[in-house]
């Protein structure tokens, strides 16, 4: 996230995006509208994925899994119907932007950037695993109301982390110590007096 920032600006051939942070061309799209029929939208609950991963008869469980991260990530994304009919009902003066770059969407009302809320600062590494980068995204969408949270938050995501490596999972003081131990390119402070919280390293989960 280098260089020039272009702020967003309805119309626009290329700005600043707001999901990836890259310069980028943008694409502009329009919404069109089909009736929900007796299918009311809700969110899935958050244990939902572990659910489903439980379920042995479920068929194309990876599908279905993928989908559901994307709506408890909050993720605006297009869902294809083969059987589509044909839409003539356009919401007007609602305005969709697609990053060349990310291939994610930004919302407008009119004028005004509705989605995503801000510009990410902190981007979670393209390698971390989906289910982990919800709890990164969150994090870092909440920082500026709530560094406490936001700080609880990436405690979690490096517990989850250390347990996708296969690590424990529970101690995260333990987890780094074999981590460190096992060569992965931590570098932790000589002193445990500084306390897990100082520790660094040269190749960061995220970057900003
Ligand atoms: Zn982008």
């Given at each position: 996230m280098s260089g020039k920032v272009v702020r967003p600006a309805l119309?626009?051939?290329?700005?600043?995006?707001?999901?990836?942070g890259a310069l980028a061309h943008q694409t502009w799209l329009r919404p069109f509208l089909m009736y929900g029929k007796d299918q009311t939208p809700r969110m899935p609950s958050p244990d939902v994925v572990d659910r489903i991963r439980a379920d042995r008869k479920l068929e194309n469980k990876e599908d279905i899994i993928k989908y559901l991260n994307r709506v408890l990530a909050r993720e605006v994304f297009i869902e294809s119907h083969e059987n589509s009919v044909y839409l003539k009902s356009e919401l007007a003066n609602i305005n969709i932007s697609r990053c060349y770059s990310c291939g994610a969407f930004a919302l407008w009302v009119a004028d005004k950037l509705i989605y995503p809320e801000q510009i990410l600062k902190i981007q979670p590494n393209e390698d971390m695993p989906h289910e982990i980068k919800l709890d990164f995204v969150e994090a870092a969408s909440i920082v500026d109301q709530s560094p406490r949270g936001a700080a609880a938050l990436l405690r979690l995501c490096l517990q989850k982390l250390t347990a996708h490596l296969g690590l424990k999972g529970k101690n995260l003081d333990d987890d780094i110590g074999s981590l460190v131990k096992n060569g992965i390119g931590w570098s932790y402070p000589e002193s445990s007096r500084r306390g897990a919280s100082d520790w660094q390293s040269s190749s960061t989960p995220w970057s900003d």
């Open positions: 119309g626009a051939q290329s700005f600043t995006c707001p999901h990836c």
